[in-house]
């Protein structure tokens, strides 16, 4: 086997002069490109944008939040403003809504802050009134709430579904594995 062959020798002023290159040669060709980068300000969000030469502007910069919105913010409501009764409803008063929503919103375990929250905000509350209480079934209510899909409680529409999501391990499957 022949080892491949090095670089050839630098060129001498005698073989310079030879204006025909040799056939086996290629012509070098060197083309560059410069691009300069040029980079917005930085937003509230800490983000900027990249720019790959100067751009002619910046697409959003003069674009107010209603634009960017489009038509969903500006949707006419047919409804009124709604009553206490239908907004808190299945709750059949404040006092059981706000008891509720304390107890479902402050998490499992209850703390001296929880505590404090329940009765600034819930026993202190205006509307909150103990014998309103009387007589009601939060068990019922609370599997009436889980039950109603048109509830704010459950979502407002949302659709429930399960997802499997694939998540790369860094390292290669085989086969055997």
Not at 80 to 102: T, V
Request: with cysteine; proline share 8%; glycine share 6%.
């Amino acid at each position: 086997d022949m080892l491949p062959e090095g670089p050839g020798p630098l060129a001498t002023s005698s073989t310079h002069n030879n204006t025909e290159p040799p056939s086996h040669v290629l012509p070098s060709r060197v083309r560059l490109l410069v691009t300069e980068t040029f980079h917005t300000l930085v937003n509230s969000f800490n983000l900027m944008r990249e720019y790959r030469g100067r751009p002619s502007h910046v697409p959003d910069a003069d674009v107010d939040f209603e634009q960017l919105c489009g038509n969903s913010a500006q949707i006419p409501s047919n409804e009124g403003p709604q009553s206490l009764a239908k907004n808190i409803h299945p709750y059949h008063n404040m006092s059981s809504f706000l008891l509720n929503h304390w107890f479902w919103n402050r998490g499992a375990n209850k703390s001296k802050a929880d505590h404090k929250e329940l009765i600034k905000n819930v026993l202190s509350h205006p509307d909150f009134r103990t014998e309103d209480l009387c007589g009601i079934n939060m068990d019922k209510l609370d599997a009436q709430v889980a039950d109603d899909a048109d509830s704010p409680w459950e979502g407002n529409g949302w659709i429930n579904s399960n997802l499997t999501i694939d998540i790369p391990l860094g390292e290669k499957t085989t086969k055997s594995s």
